[in-house]
């Protein structure tokens, strides 16, 4: 069954730092999007991405954060200087034509030290 | 907009007994409803989901939820609970509206004791 396959599991980084999170959509999907769970706390929505561009991002989604689809098969969520405050699980959702839902990865934890 | 409203943060109850999460939303467009179980450091499952005809959907895990449109509400009930699912359960809509991004509601922590 395909599924959004998302890399590393687990990432810490020292504050300031760049990081990058990586995303496989499955394949033939189109709508593409990135989440945020700060421990013991909600999902939320971050960004969604479609036709090569952003379609909708919240207010969380300030001018550290970027994305991008850099071959046809990766999204990237890109943390520019990382603050503490940015520990939080990041997960990566993708839909297609027909979904009925968005499937999620498995999440990346992104530790910020 | 959209918002969901999960009633209760946190529901304890012993093992074998029934159980109903509480999920309220509100949509000035239709919406598809979910729910989701997030087990201790792991990512999101689909339990079941609600998109149309009977109101009443079963899912994974022996859970079911019903979708009552005049209250718009979308509870999910499990007849008898099991210690392995303590977890935390997440109610969730999808505006039809074209896309698919998720609104999720606060969780809701089932803590099942033995």
């Known amino acids: 069954e395909p599924e959004v396959t998302q890399t590393p599991s687990h990432q810490v980084t020292q504050r300031g730092q760049e990081v990058i999170l990586r995303c496989v959509p499955i394949?033939?999907?189109?709508?593409f999007y990135w989440y945020r769970q700060i421990l013991g706390q909600k999902v939320e929505f971050l960004v969604s991405?479609?036709?090569?561009?952003?379609?909708?991002k919240s207010e969380i989604f300030d001018d550290q954060f970027s994305v991008e689809r850099p071959d046809g098969s990766n999204f990237t969520l890109k943390i520019r200087s990382t603050k503490l405050e940015d520990s939080a699980m990041y997960f990566c959702?993708?839909?297609?034509?027909?979904?009925?839902?968005?499937?999620f990865g498995q999440g990346t934890r992104l530790t910020v030290v | 907009a959209q918002s969901v409203t999960q009633l209760d943060s946190q529901v304890p109850v012993f093992e074998e007994a029934p159980v109903e999460l509480r999920c309220n939303y509100s949509?000035?467009?239709?919406?598809?409803l979910f729910w989701y179980v997030q087990y201790p450091n792991q990512g999101l499952q689909l339990l079941l989901k609600y998109l149309s005809g009977s109101t009443l959907v079963k899912g994974i895990n022996g859970f079911e939820a019903e979708f009552n449109k005049s209250q718009t509400s979308f509870h999910l009930r499990k007849p008898s609970v099991h210690i392995s699912d303590t977890a935390e359960y997440f109610c969730a809509v999808i505006p039809n509206t074209g896309g698919f991004k998720t609104i999720f509601g606060a969780g809701t922590r089932l803590f099942v004791k033995a």
């Open positions: 991405f479609y036709n090569n561009e952003i379609s909708e």
């Open positions: 949509s000035s467009v239709s919406v598809y």
């Open positions: 959702a993708s839909s297609g034509q027909g979904s009925t839902e968005a499937f």
């Open positions: 394949s033939n999907h189109l709508y």
